[in-house]
């Protein structure tokens, strides 16, 4: 009954995406195909992918989840009313956003321990 469901936008899906647009957005996929799958340009495909697609609200019952994450995103690309320069300008911040969160090092803090009581 139900696609593949992903909780954001998934690495597997990027080939899919070759010929959904011209020959700058097929030459971006192509490059993005050949680089490790936690490569900062990998990622910053993947998060302008979560961002155009909408991936963040996405439940796991909802229409779009149950057509699977490659359906949703080949129909985004289709529907999107920007030209492959916008993509590729939106790729290129989400570039930055992703360089600029792999440079700041990351703690997290936990401000107090939460006890559980067993009944």
């Keep these: 009954m139900y696609a593949k ?3 954001i936008f998934p690495h597997y899906a990027i080939e899919h995406l070759r010929d959904v647009r011209g020959k700058p957005w097929r030459e ?3 490059r993005v ?3 490790p799958e936690a490569h900062e340009e990998v990622l910053a495909f993947m ?3 979560i961002r155009v697609n909408g991936c963040m609200p ?3 019952d909802s229409y779009r989840a149950m057509r699977g994450c490659i359906i949703c995103t080949l129909q985004t690309l289709r529907r999107f009313k920007g030209s492959d320069d ?3 300008r939106l790729y290129q911040q989400a570039l930055q956003d992703v360089r600029g969160y792999l440079a700041e090092p ?3 803090i936990i401000e107090e321990d939460i006890a ?3 009944v």
């Design 58 to 60: 996405c439940e796991t």
């Design 106 to 108: 990351t703690r997290i």
């Design 86 to 88: 916008e993509l590729l």
């Design 5 to 7: 469901n992903e909780l």
């Design 28 to 30: 971006l996929v192509s």
């Design 47 to 49: 998060l302008v992918m």
């Design 116 to 118: 559980i009581e067993v």
């Design 33 to 35: 195909l050949e680089l």
